[in-house]
Each structure stands twice: as structure tokens, then as C-alpha cells.
């Protein structure tokens, strides 16, 4: 059974900071990796999908990088903003034919 | 495009009644996925149907729980009755292709609260 795990749970960084945000999975057999935004209240919105052919995706400030063989994958946030501060999940879709999300991580971005 | 469309946005019932949440997905998208999230167990696929057909439901908690989706843009999750570990944010999304194969697109959810 695919799990997904996200660390740190939370974390504060000053604008302008760069940062990553950490997600390990345990099936290697993943077909995507996809990472989402929530903000409080709100629905998920996605900002990139890796296919597992690929080994990383960009969107603006946001770069994602998927690691198969170690069963990790990093968003990466550029010179970070206030607006930024939400939670981040990532989730996998693998053997289990269904996106498996990790708890997430707490992002705050301090002006 | 409007994005998934979900209804209620927000549903507050008493132990026992029957909720019915609503779900309109991206025009094209051939998968339609209904989540639940709580603080406890995170998001959690409840069902998802591929060209209106329900395709795994094994996430679906109890026979209180049933999903339909008569035609392409609607699908509606059914909880009778309802009970108070029900309360939770249920999400709708949609996706082009069949499963999880490519991009899920999220509604804004529906809080229920079930006292």
C-alpha cells in the first residue's frame, strides 16, 4: 500500500527565502506525482504534475522534481512571497490505481 | 471554464437526516472523483466513476454512503442516515483521463456538519 509522507509538517521562512518542501513515497511503481496548493478553507489546486518519465516540472517560481528510485520528490519555491503561505500536499497515483496524499506541509511565508 | 462546481458549499444537518451533496465537473473530463478530508485521516478517495461508471468505491466508509452519476455533468453523494463522525470537507474533482493518470482538477469542497 502506497504511503506518503511530508516533512517538515510546518514551516516559517522570511520573504524573499528560497525553500523546499519534502515528499517521500514508499511504491516505486508510480505512474505521477502531483503537487497541490490549499489554502484555509479552500479547495486544492494543482500546480504541477510529474509524469514518472520525467524527473522534474517548472511553473514560474515552483519547480518539482520526482526521484523513483528513491521514492522522494521536492517542490522547490523561488524567491518566496506572503502570498505563498498555504499548505502544500503532494500526492501519488501508483499500484493502488488511486492518488494517495501526505499529510502535507504548513508553509508560511513572514513579510 | 468554471472549474468543478460543487453544492452546498456548506451543510449543517441533524444525526439522522439524509445529505445529498452535488457535484457539476469540467466539461470533457471522462474521471470523477469524490473525496473526504478530516483533521484525523487527511484526504481519502471515496469513489470514482470513469465515463459515468463507478470504478472503485472502496473507499466509501458504509452502505450509508451511495454516489451516482447519472450523465456526464452531475454526480451527487448520498449519506442516509447521517451521523456525526460523517462531519468532515467532501471534495469533487475531474480529470481528463481515466483514473489518476493525469491531472485532478478540485471544487471548492462542501463542509458538512452533522450534529
Known amino acids: 500500500k502506497q504511503e506518503v509522507t511530508q516533512i517538515p509538517a510546518a514551516l516559517s521562512v522570511p520573504e524573499g527565502e528560497n525553500l523546499v518542501l519534502n515528499c517521500s513515497f514508499t511504491?516505486?511503481?508510480?505512474?505521477?506525482l502531483q503537487w497541490f496548493r490549499q489554502d484555509p478553507g479552500k479547495g486544492l489546486t494543482s500546480l504541477l504534475l510529474?509524469?514518472?518519465?520525467?524527473r522534474e516540472q517548472t511553473s514560474g517560481r515552483l519547480n518539482a522534481s520526482l526521484d523513483k528510485s528513491s521514492g522522494r520528490s521536492t517542490l522547490y519555491i523561488a524567491a518566496s512571497q506572503p502570498g505563498d503561505s498555504a499548505t502544500y500536499l503532494c500526492a501519488g497515483y501508483g499500484s493502488a490505481r488511486q492518488l494517495t496524499f501526505g499529510s502535507g506541509t504548513q508553509l508560511t511565508v513572514l513579510p | 471554464d468554471a472549474g468543478v462546481i460543487q453544492s452546498p458549499r456548506h451543510e449543517v444537518t441533524e444525526m439522522g437526516q439524509e445529505v445529498t451533496l452535488r457535484c457539476k465537473p469540467i466539461?470533457?473530463?471522462?474521471?470523477l472523483f469524490w473525496y473526504r478530508q478530516t483533521m484525523m485521516r487527511g484526504l481519502e478517495l471515496l469513489i470514482y466513476f470513469n465515463n459515468n461508471v463507478p470504478i472503485d468505491d472502496s473507499g466509501m466508509p458504509e452502505d450509508r454512503f451511495s454516489a451516482k452519476m447519472p450523465n456526464a455533468s452531475f454526480s451527487t453523494l448520498k449519506i442516509q442516515p447521517s451521523e456525526p463522525r460523517d462531519s468532515a470537507v467532501y471534495f469533487c474533482?475531474?480529470?481528463?483521463?481515466?483514473?489518476?493518470?493525469?491531472?485532478?482538477?478540485f471544487g471548492p469542497g462542501t463542509r458538512l456538519t452533522v450534529l
Open positions: 466539461s470533457g473530463h471522462n474521471s
Open positions: 474533482a475531474s480529470s481528463p483521463e481515466r483514473g489518476g493518470l493525469s491531472e485532478q482538477f
Open positions: 511504491d516505486s511503481a508510480i505512474y505521477n
Open positions: 510529474i509524469q514518472s518519465s520525467q
